[in-house]
Each structure stands twice: as C-alpha cells, then as structure tokens.
C-alpha cells in the first residue's frame, strides 16, 4: 500500500477518533494539516460520503454516530443560515446526499476546520486554566441553532437535546467522572438518559439545574429578565451557588412550571399545560390566553423577524390560538380578524457585510 494511502487510512481513524471526542492534541493537529492540503480534497469527500451512509444505516448507533449526527447538524444549520442571507425568500427544508457531497468541498474549510481549532483551543484553555485533572480533560463541544431555525442532537450519554431558535448548547466530549454539566443559552428540551451515578446539571444563566433522568424544558434568553423550568417527568432541582454546596431553591414536580424573576431574585412555582411549553420541538406553536407582548416574543423567534407592538392598548388584549404550518403572513391576517389589528411591514435592508436586517413588521390598534 503507498505511504499516502496509509496517511490517508490513518487519518481515517483519526476522524472517527475526534468525533468520539477521544483525539489528543497532537492527533488533531495531524487531522488539521492534512485538511489544509487542497490535494485532499478527494479524500474529504469520500470520508463524508462515508460519515453520510453511516448516519443512515439503521436505527442502533453508538456515541460515535451520536457525534457524526451532530458534525452533520452543524454543518447544515451553517449552510442553511448562509443561503438564507442571499436567497430571502427560498425556504430550504433539506439537502439530498448528492448535493451535501458537492457542497461539501467547498465549504469544508470553512465549516470543519474553525470547528477542529475552537476545540483544540478550548481543550488547551481547560488544562492550562487547571480547571480539570489529565483522568477528566474533555473537549467543549458548542451547538448554534440560527435565528428561525431548530435543531437536536445527542450527547455523549445518550441524552436528547432539542435546540430552539436562537439558541446556543455548550457541553463536554467525553462527560467528566463524576458528573455530566451542559450550558444553555436559549431554549431546550431535555430527555435526559437515566444515570442515577453520575447527576445530569444545566447551567442556564441563573438557573442551575440538576436532574439524573428526566423531560423538561428551560428557557433562558439573554434578552430577557427571566428563566422558566417545565417538568414533563422525573424530577429536577434547582439550587445556588456550587453544586457541592447543596443549596436547594426548589424541587419541581411533573406538570410544574418555575418562574425565576432575576430583576427581583423571585422565584415561582405553579402548575400548566405541558403542551404549551414544550410542543414547540413538534413543530406546534401553541398560545393559551398569553398577552399580545407574549405573543409578539414569541412570533419573533419563531421567524426571525422584528415586531413592534406601537400601540400600547394592544398589551391588554390576550390570544389563544395553536399554529402548525401557518405561514407568518397567515397568522396576521388571523391576529387581524380575532384582535382589532393592523399592521404594515417593512423591507429587509441590505447591511455592510452584505447580510439583510430581520424584516419589520409594525403592530398598531386598528380604530
């Protein structure tokens, strides 16, 4: 066999190691160089066909595949997100493996390669900062979903994640010894698989979480004053400080729902209807006698636009109403009809780096 043919074998393995989140320093360093060789491209492509037949070859998969789906996911939430700043209109529901392959070559570089030097430097960061022992070094692992977009993942226990608009999930490859941490900025959904050894904790801004096998929902946006906690199963708990420290602030029951007021540290526990909270991951977008603010919040997200309620009487009025595939320009000549609205959209303006602002769209009280 040619020595390139044995390079490219190895770094084979190499590719398979790092998904798994098992590569030392010095591995992903060879994985890089070899990147960088346009000569390699072939190789590149073959090895994501590769990655692509593997993702689909059945229902069982190992932690490896876990990761596989992930590479897969991050790759078309970027490629989605740049065909949309220059096709505003196109809605892109899902790429055929031949045109992921032909795409692959040229946005390679630009997707993998940041992807393998952010952790490589994350991994360097977390030893030199002594923040973990050699027996737990771990590699951090960042999923985005864009604006408009969603998105779900594994992780390395096995867990389901799903990923809300606007939303960013940090975690470790592999999970430390003593216990499996996530960060979340955003919104998620959590199937948390059951490890009664090893406590499953979400930091979400001010909210710790601790749970060992349970649904639930969070929510913690950085634009807003508070986060929320929706147990569906299981059992969660919150607490401050360290998590060493055991200082419990509540213990959430199934059908609960914590609000947690940061402007005036307060926090609230009552009972709701699941569905309104965590039927988002199905595709359903549910309001049950929510405040027009609310409302507008939410609507935002879900399609990445700007709206403005001008007219201040319009905070009095709430809206009940379940969107499945509605289009946005459907739900307003709803809110039309059910609430005395008007409103008027603006166009998307072109910006310096050739992207396009959201699209506004201006709520006013019609007389």
């Known amino acids: 066999m040619p020595t390139n043919h044995i390079h490219s074998f190895n770094i084979s393995l190499l590719v398979k190691k790092y998904l798994k989140g098992t590569c030392s320093n010095e591995e992903v360093l060879e994985i890089i160089e070899f990147f960088k060789d346009p000569n390699n491209d072939n190789f590149m492509q073959e090895a994501f066909e590769s ?7 059945g229902p069982h998969h190992d932690a490896g595949e876990s990761s596989n789906k992930l590479m897969l996911d991050q790759i078309l939430d970027k490629l989605h997100h740049q065909i949309s700043l220059h096709e505003e209109e196109v809605k892109v529901k899902s790429f055929t493996k031949a045109n992921l392959i032909s795409l692959f070559s040229r946005v390679a570089a630009v997707l993998i390669l940041p992807l393998l030097v952010y952790s490589l430097f994350l991994t360097s960061r977390i030893t030199k900062s002594g923040l973990m022992d050699s027996s737990t070094q771990g590699v951090w692992q960042t999923v985005k979903t864009t604006p408009g977009m969603q998105t779900d993942l594994f992780l390395p226990d096995g867990s389901h994640v799903w990923l809300n608009s606007g939303s960013e999930l940090k975690y470790q490859v592999p999970f ?13 959904f959590f199937d948390v698989t059951k490890d009664q050894v090893h406590p499953f904790l979400v ?9 060992k096998g349970t649904r639930f929902n969070v929510i913690n946006y950085k634009d807003e004053k508070s986060g929320e906690v929706i147990l569906e199963s299981g059992s969660v ?4 400080g ?10 959430v029951k199934p059908g609960e729902r914590v609000h947690y007021d940061y402007l005036h540290n307060k926090m609230t526990v ?17 309001f049950k006698n929510d405040p027009m603010d609310v409302v507008v919040q939410k609507l935002s997200r879900w399609f990445n636009v700007e709206i403005e309620l001008q007219s201040p009487e319009l905070k009095k009025y709430v809206y009940t109403a379940t969107y499945r595939d509605e289009t946005l320009a459907q739900i307003l000549e709803l809110l039309k009809i059910s609430a005395p609205i008007k409103y008027s959209i603006s166009d998307r ?6 992207s396009f602002s959201r699209r506004k769209i201006i709520l006013t009280k019609r007389n």
């Open 349 to 354: 303006k072109k910006m310096d780096d050739s």
């Open 237 to 240: 708990r919150i607490f401050s």
């Open 242 to 251: 360290k998590y060493a420290d055991q200082n419990t602030l509540a213990t």
């Open 176 to 188: 430390t010894t003593d216990f499996r941490k996530v960060e979340l900025v955003g919104e998620a």
């Open 203 to 211: 930091q979400a801004g001010r909210l710790n979480i601790e749970v």
């Open 51 to 57: 990655q692509w037949d593997s993702l689909h070859a």
């Open 270 to 286: 009552s009972q709701v209807d699941l569905s309104k909270y965590t039927s988002w991951k199905e595709g359903l977008l549910i």
